[in-house]
């Protein structure tokens, strides 16, 4: 019995996790040079035009709370790619026949498969043309969500997108 709850648990916690992030960066960049932004002017998310929407507002809200203004004149672009897989769905239902050296087992799945969104956002140099900043955010979203919550979704992805920039160079 303990077991299956701490199985339950460790289930729980593994779906309950939020947005994967890895990030990467020009290590000869002084990134406290840069203070506006705006959205690469041929933007193409990959996204519907409504969740378009909530992320640039998202991203809006998580760069004004790190200090960083939007501009017609900026020294950063921001740019978005996103691609949309599934993955087999995690729930099923552990079966097992026989008793000690000779038994069988398997699970059976059941559910949806998950739906995940793989966001990338990079940052571009306006004056130099050149990315000195990349993040890539990957997420599982409930296809069925309602426009509140897919707010919150973006929400949630851009505050942990930008939770380790600027990048603190070690010695």
Not at 54 to 66: H, I, N, Q, S, V
Not at 96 to 105: A, D, E, H, K, R
Not at 156 to 165: H, L
């Amino acid at each position: 019995m303990k077991q299956f709850l701490y199985a339950c648990v460790v289930l729980i916690l593994v779906s309950c996790s939020g947005p994967r992030v890895a990030y990467d960066y020009d290590t000869k960049t002084d990134f406290s040079k840069y203070k506006t932004y705006n959205y690469y002017p041929d933007l193409k998310t990959g996204l519907s035009d409504l969740d378009t929407k909530r992320l640039l507002d998202a991203t809006d809200k998580a760069l004004a709370a790190k200090g960083f203004s939007k501009s017609e004149s900026p020294q950063f672009y921001v740019n978005f790619k996103s691609q949309k897989y599934q993955t087999p769905s995690r729930t099923g239902v552990g079966v097992g026949v026989g008793n000690g050296p000779i038994s069988i087992g398997g699970t059976i799945p059941f559910g949806r498969p998950d739906q995940h969104i793989q966001l990338t956002v990079d940052f571009i140099d306006v004056q130099k043309d050149v990315l000195f900043w990349q993040a890539e955010a990957d997420a599982t979203q409930n296809p069925r969500q309602k426009p509140e919550n897919r707010e919150d979704f973006f929400t949630e992805i851009m505050q942990k997108v930008f939770s380790k920039y600027p990048p603190v160079k070690k010695n």
